[in-house]
């Protein structure tokens, strides 16, 4: 109770700069959602600059190991040392990681500097979720969905937007170089107007929980990226794999049960929300980096979608997840009420993803927009809402394990969904192709099921054919898994309890300052 009582009356001394604190805050969530986004554009480039091709997929790869890995410890760090210290800190690896990327000089070089940025992006998200959370009450929490939401959708459409203008501009290396003035100022307005109470934890860190969870997830992420792609899922690898993961995950369920200060303190699990929503949250990151992957792949190769702006092509999924997310966070600040929102959310994810699964060769643009948008009404009333359901489940205390294990659980579902949902798309594409061109179509997709622009261009007529016919046939099969394991959110989002959410409504409490929400409200 005393960590929740400073933390409350902390924002009486700051109503005037909280804006700005959101401001900057809003800057690190785009830093730590543009990246790969930027760098995935750029990839062409740096390979023929540094070479290396052989290595290419390690580029991303070191990134996600180092983030998913860092995530849980950045929030346990600022639980124990001070949210605002912690946060700092990690912008600072991130970009100390981003300026070494920009400045390789071979594949190597950037492999280890990306992972140095990744250990620093561990931080940035769930920096911004759980100062979100010291510094607004739950209940006010809703309005500010929507200007997340935005962050978000913006860096979709806009990354592979940017990352193309910044490379044939300026060159790769500000694709890295260009998150150094942003993160400076972001860090500048932290450092000036974010006040929160400085804490010390009398107990040490839990260096085996770290290393156990380390190797944990660095197993399973590396399962689901290799898996199908550098080795076929029943070598000997991936078992090696699974069985490190599997035994070290366990090793540190057990050993969070004894440990002094857990990484993840287990009793969090113990609310009925909270495990709700990180199984609600890991089907979302399932669902949604999936459909993100295999959208543009279709519409580029079936319906002949230029892939320079890719990024447009998921507006009506992005710009319906944008709008739900305002009203359902404005309806849940006015009502206090949020269950509706997993519930419905769930029901339209499931539809949607159905009504993409039906797509095929003479399916419209038009069409197919509006199946996006239906799933992105879907992830409107869930991307946020997760969040804001399991920091009301927890004490303040565990805000920041809270926020880094829902995001943790989003980033790991993700992972299964392109691994998983990759897996079957390249098997069906395999298929097809060998079915409709023979010999011919099997060579072509030997080496890859997903074929770029101008590789489609070069082949015959009707090897093009058969082969936009096969990634209709993929594309089917990944949606179609999807919207099966999406009953499963709606299952978890039906036994959610709408427990009353912290902090004040509409009208005035004695207990929560409202001076601090209006001014953001003006500037939004």
Same mark, same amino acid.
């Given at each position: ?11 009486? @001394? ?17 830093? =730590? ?10 990839? %062409?480039?740096?390979?023929? !600059? ?11 790869? =070191? ?34 990681? $981003? ?38 009450? %739950?209940?006010?929490?809703? @309005? ?35 998150? +150094? ?10 450092? =000036? ?18 290393? +156990? ?120 600040? *006015? ?41 992105? +009404? ?13 920091? *009301? $489940?927890?004490?303040? @205390? ?15 579902? $993700? ?10 798309? *390249? ?18 997709? !030997? ?7 101008? $590789? +489609? ?7 093009? !054919? ?19 394991? =999406? ?10 309890? !709408? ?19 209006? %001014? ?5």
């Amino acid at each position: 109770m005393a960590d929740t009582q400073t933390v409350e009356t902390e924002p009486e @001394k700051q109503p005037k700069s909280v804006r700005v604190v959101l401001l900057a805050l809003m800057i690190t969530m785009m830093l =730590a959602m543009l990246d790969n986004m930027i760098v995935g554009t750029a990839m %062409p480039t740096i390979v023929g !600059e540094l070479g290396g091709l052989e290595h290419l997929s390690w580029v991303v790869t =070191a990134y996600t190991l180092a983030t998913a890995a860092a995530t849980p410890i950045w929030g346990k760090l600022g639980d124990m040392y001070g949210r605002k210290g912690a946060f700092m800190t990690s912008i600072v690896i991130f970009l100390i990681g $981003s300026a070494l990327s920009g400045m390789a000089q071979n594949m190597g070089e950037l492999i280890g500097f990306r992972a140095v940025q990744g250990l620093g992006a561990g931080g940035l998200m769930v920096g911004v979720m759980a100062i979100i959370g010291d510094l607004i009450p %739950p209940r006010e929490r809703g @309005k500010y969905q929507g200007m997340m939401a935005g962050v978000m959708a913006l860096a979709m459409i806009g990354g592979p937007l940017v990352g193309g203008t910044i490379t044939d501009n300026w060159g790769w290396r500000w694709s890295f170089y260009i998150n +150094l003035p942003l993160g400076v100022i972001a860090l500048a307005a932290i450092s =000036a107007v974010l006040h929160l109470p400085k804490k010390r934890a009398k107990a040490g860190i839990d260096y085996l929980g770290v290393v +156990l969870l380390t190797v944990g997830i660095t197993s399973i992420v590396l399962v689901t990226t290799w898996g199908g792609t550098e080795y076929a899922w029943s070598s000997a690898r991936i078992m090696e794999l699974i069985g490190i993961g599997v035994a070290s995950l366990i090793g540190f369920v057990f050993w969070q049960t004894r440990a002094a200060e857990p990484i993840v303190p287990l009793h969090i699990f113990r609310s009925r929300n909270f495990t709700l929503m990180s199984v609600i949250g890991f089907i979302t990151g399932f669902v949604m980096f999936g459909a993100t992957l295999f959208l543009p792949l279709y519409q580029q190769s079936v319906q002949g979608a230029s892939a320079t702006n890719s990024g447009l092509l998921l507006l009506p999924m992005l710009g319906a997840m944008l709008v739900t997310s305002m009203v359902a966070g404005r309806i849940t600040t *006015n009502t206090g009420k949020y269950k509706v929102f997993p519930v419905v959310g769930s029901v339209l994810m499931v539809i949607g993803l159905y009504l993409l699964s039906t797509m095929d060769t003479g399916t419209s643009r038009f069409t197919s927009g509006v199946f996006m948008a239906v799933v992105g +009404l879907g992830m409107g009333c869930l991307m946020q809402i997760t969040m804001l359901v399991a920091q *009301n $489940s927890v004490e303040m @205390k565990d805000m920041g394990v809270a926020s880094s294990s829902t995001t943790l659980f989003r980033t790991l579902g $993700s992972s299964f969904g392109v691994a998983i949902m990759g897996a079957l798309f *390249n098997h069906r594409v395999q298929d097809v192709m060998a079915e409709r061109a023979g010999a011919l179509g099997s060579k072509i997709t !030997e080496q890859s099921a997903q074929l770029d622009a101008a $590789s +489609l261009a070069k082949l015959p007529a009707a090897a093009r !054919e058969a082969y936009q016919h096969a990634v209709s046939a993929g594309t089917h099969s990944a949606f179609l898994l999807g919207s099966i394991v =999406a009953v499963a959110a709606l299952i978890a989002a039906v036994f959610v309890k !709408e427990v009353p959410l912290k902090g004040a409504g509409p009208q005035k409490s004695d207990q929560e300052p409202t001076a601090v929400t209006p %001014p953001v409200v003006e500037a939004v």
